[in-house]
Nanobody, 124 residues
Framework: QVHLVESGGGLVQAGGSLRLSCAAS????????AGWFRRAPGKEREFVAS????????VYTDSVKGRFTISRDNAKNTVYLQMNMLKPEDTAVYYC?????????????????WGQGTQVTVSS
């Protein structure tokens, strides 16, 4: 069993930065791929970024490419999402997810473990 806890959300002005963290319990998490998803008000949950178990491969949705970076520290059982040049349209609840497979995946149905979410609000 894996338990995920996100942190680092908050209120930031457009153009600013935030770094989200996802701390995982469970020794096997270091062998799982991980991802970040988000849900904006009135919208469905959408894929943001995914990272393979080793960190060697990453994939991003087009709207965040060049602005967001996903990374992980397996020694700390933690996955990060560095968000730069934030825009008001990035406002959402951000969720960390764990995939028992080892490779990246953009589909939420591939993920078995989910955190409770952290709110990110970007003001214009």
């Amino acid at each position: 069993q894996v338990h995920l806890v996100e942190s680092g959300g908050g209120l930031v002005q457009a153009g600013g930065s935030l770094r989200l963290s996802c701390a995982a319990s469970g020794r096997t998490f270091s062998r799982y791929a991980a991802g970040w998803f988000r849900r904006a008000p009135g919208k469905e949950r959408e894929f943001v970024a995914s990272i393979s178990w080793s960190g060697g491969r990453t994939v991003y949705t087009d709207s965040v490419k060049g602005r967001f970076t996903i990374s992980r520290d397996n020694a700390k059982n933690t996955v990060y999402l560095q968000m730069n040049m934030l825009k008001p349209e990035d406002t959402a609840v951000y969720y960390c997810a764990g995939n028992t497979g080892s490779g990246v995946d953009i589909e939420s149905k591939a993920y078995s473990y989910w955190g409770q979410g952290t709110q990110v609000t970007v003001s214009s």
